[in-house]
């Protein structure tokens, strides 16, 4: 019920039909009565799946799921995906460590949420919403060169402006999208610049429902968002713009190393005090032999 409190969209005309007969490669069978029947009050269908095959594949390397839409609608906004949960690797993680109830949701709002347009391979069908047409992609996202490196960033008009009225940083261009050695767009924010959102690479402990990630949405053109429900990160509030520009830890001439944000990020080793999610202690092995190959962090 989260879900449908947050977002609007604009309903389908009728019941909600779907014309594949399956949805993604995870197994999912799309019944035959939504070929033809369908179901009225449906905005979107979700297909769950846990298929042992994709277990030992590289879907579901170092990752508890993965998910992607498989239908839109003629305005381009996704009225179908799966969800493929990965068991051993959920199964290993609560062995291992803890694995608590938060956790869980968040993994499966962090999936829906790849599914309903936080994707990369959906930014290129962003529209505007006033005439439906497709927007150019460099009023989407683009690349920037930035602490000595190339990212991609959101340059969408509602993430601009959440993000400059957080950090406090006026001349923002855009929000990153997290680091890929592929060339495909990723579907995650930089979670060294939006620290413990939902919608990083992993599933952190306290995940935060951003209201970035609810204003990609918004700017998707599909969907009207409530923003009562929107949180924001624990740490970069009114870090203004060396918190993008500046890496968070910096070599120096002596050989040493020297944290630009202390309260986040650590440059000596902290045996326990208060983690950066402000939930629990943590601990920071500092590891200067390790910033050679970290020149971006």
Known sequence: QW?????KSRPVDGPLTLSGAVCGNTGAQIPEYMHDVGLNDTDVMLYFTGNPSKDQSDSCLN????????????RNRPIAGYINLCRLTINATATSSVFTWEEAVALIVHE??????????????FIDPDTGDTLPSDQVYRSVTIRDKTATMIVTPT???????????????GLELEDKSTSRLSSHWENRVVIGDAMVSY?????????FTLALFVDSGWYRVN??????PTSGRNAGCDWFTE????????????????NTFCAETVSASCGSNAIGKFFCHAAPDKLATWPSI
């Open 247 to 262: 890496k968070c830890i910096d070599t120096q001439n002596t050989g040493s190393i020297a944290s630009n944000f202390p």
């Open 227 to 232: 923003w009562e429900y929107a949180q924001y």
């Open 112 to 125: 829906t949420f790849h599914v309903l347009g936080f994707s990369g391979a959906l930014l290129d069908s």
């Open 63 to 74: 990752v508890m799921g993965f998910a992607a839409s498989c239908e839109i609608n003629s």
């Open 3 to 7: 879900i449908t409190k947050v977002f």
């Open 203 to 211: 599933i952190p402990a306290a995940a935060t429902f951003s209201a």
């Open 159 to 173: 993430v601009v402006q959440k993000a400059r009225e957080f950090y406090g940083c006026a001349t923002l261009q």
